[in-house]
T-cell receptor, first 113, second 109 residues
Framework: SQTIHQWPATLVQPVGSPLSLECTVE??????LYWYRQAAGRGLQLLFYSVGIGQISSEVPQNLSASRPQDRQFILSSKKLLLSDSGFYLCAWRGTGDSDGYTFGSGTRLTVV | GQNIDQPTEMTATEGAIVQINCTYQTSGFNGLFWYQQHAGEAPTFLSYNVLDGLEEKGRFSSFLSRSKGYSYLLLKELQMKDSASYLCAVKDSNYQLIWGAGTKLIIKP
C-alpha cells in the first residue's frame, strides 16, 4: 500500500532563516506530488506540483521553492522566511485513476517568529 | 474565475442529521471530492462523485448535480467525533483540484 511521510511535524523558525521540508512517498512510482499551505481557518492553497523528477510547476509567486531530486521525494525550501510564511504545510500525492483524490502527509505546522 | 462556496460554520446536535452544501463554478468538471479535516490534522478522503446522484457510504452520503453546479454531504446519526471541517474540492479541466475554504461542523451533545 502507498504511504506518504512528511517531516518535521512542527517547526518554529526566526524571520530570515532558511527552510527545508521533506516529503517522501512509498509504494508507488512516478507519483504526482503537491505542496499545499493552509493558513489558520482558511482553505488549501496550492504552492507547487510535480509530475516527475526535476519537473516543478509553481502556482503562487513567493519566496518559496520546491525541488524533486528523486522520483518519490519532494522538498519545499526557502532561503529567507517571512512572517507571512507561517501556516500548515501539507504534502500530497495523487493516484492516476479518475476517482483518485489526494492523499496527504501528516503536515508541518510552521511558525515564523 | 474558479470558485467553490461552502458555509463557513454549521452547528448540529449529536444523533441528528446535517447537510453541508457546496456550489462550484470551475473551468471544466472531472469529479467532486469531499474531505474531512480534524483540527490540526491533514484532510482525509470521504467521497467522490462524478455522475449525478447520491453516493452512500455508511453514515455519510454525497450528492451531485452537475447541471446546477451543486453538491452536498449528508451526515447521519452524528457523533461527537464528526466535529471537524469538511472540504469540498472539484477536479477541473486540467485535472487539478480546486478547494473550497471548508465548513467547520460543531457537534453539540
Amino acid at each position: 500500500s502507498q504511504t506518504i511521510h512528511q517531516w518535521p511535524a512542527t517547526l518554529v523558525q526566526p524571520v530570515g532563516s532558511p527552510l527545508s521540508l521533506e516529503c517522501t512517498v512509498e509504494g508507488t512510482s512516478n507519483p504526482n506530488l503537491y505542496w499545499y499551505r493552509q493558513a489558520a481557518g482558511r482553505g488549501l492553497q496550492l504552492l507547487f506540483y510535480s509530475v516527475g523528477i526535476g519537473q516543478i510547476s509553481s502556482e503562487v509567486p513567493q519566496n518559496l521553492s520546491a525541488s524533486r531530486p528523486q522520483d518519490r521525494q519532494f522538498i519545499l525550501s526557502s532561503k529567507k522566511l517571512l512572517l507571512s510564511d507561517s501556516g500548515f504545510y501539507l504534502c500530497a500525492w495523487r493516484g492516476t485513476g479518475d476517482s483518485d483524490g489526494y492523499t496527504f502527509g501528516s503536515g508541518t505546522r510552521l511558525t515564523v517568529v | 474565475g474558479q470558485n467553490i462556496d461552502q458555509p463557513t460554520e454549521m452547528t448540529a446536535t449529536e444523533g441528528a442529521i446535517v447537510q453541508i452544501n457546496c456550489t462550484y463554478q470551475t473551468s471544466g468538471f472531472n469529479g467532486l471530492f469531499w474531505y474531512q479535516q480534524h483540527a490540526g490534522e491533514a484532510p482525509t478522503f470521504l467521497s467522490y462523485n462524478v455522475l449525478d446522484g447520491l453516493e452512500e457510504k455508511g453514515r455519510f452520503s454525497s450528492f451531485l448535480s452537475r447541471s446546477k453546479g451543486y453538491s452536498y454531504l449528508l451526515l447521519k446519526e452524528l457523533q461527537m467525533k464528526d466535529s471537524a471541517s469538511y472540504l469540498c474540492a472539484v477536479k477541473d479541466s486540467n485535472y487539478q483540484l480546486i478547494w473550497g475554504a471548508g465548513t467547520k461542523l460543531i457537534i453539540k451533545p
